[in-house]
């Protein structure tokens, strides 16, 4: 059983950078995969990005967010990371953190097992 509470939301203008944080409880957390998603109102979850586990080697991202997003995990805290950066209107969404146990798609929501509360990033214009 995994706990994953996500910290770091807000409200940033366009152009500003955010970093969200995520909690996870338990002993192996290195054996999990964890991904971001986000839902804006009036629209379907989406992959944001995620990163392997153990050494964390393999991150994949969206279209939408590659070269301006950075998914990194510090295994020693059981702690999963979002650098967002050159935020724009678009990426206001409540974000999710999600974990995952056993091999599946990265990019799909209902191959993880575990997630958040989320967390509310609002970007203004």
């Known amino acids: 059983q995994v706990q994953l509470v996500e910290s770091g939301g807000g409200l940033v203008q366009a152009g500003g950078s955010l970093r969200l944080s995520c909690a996870a409880s338990?002993?192996?957390?290195?054996?999990?995969?964890m991904g971001w998603f986000r839902q804006a109102p009036g629209k379907e979850r989406e992959f944001v990005a995620a990163?392997?586990?153990?050494?964390?080697?393999?991150?994949y991202y969206a279209d939408s967010v590659k070269g301006r997003f950075t998914i990194s995990r510090d295994n020693a805290k059981n702690t999963v990371y979002l650098q967002m950066n050159s935020l724009k209107p678009e990426d206001t969404a409540v974000y999710y953190c999600?974990?995952?146990?056993?091999?599946?798609?990265?990019?799909?929501?209902?191959?993880?097992?575990?997630w958040g509360q989320g967390t509310q990033v609002t970007v203004s214009s």
């Open positions: 999600a974990a995952r146990r056993y091999s599946g798609s990265y990019y799909l929501a209902q191959e993880y097992d575990y």
């Open positions: 338990g002993r192996t957390f290195s054996m999990y995969a």
């Open positions: 990163i392997s586990w153990s050494g964390g080697v393999s991150t």
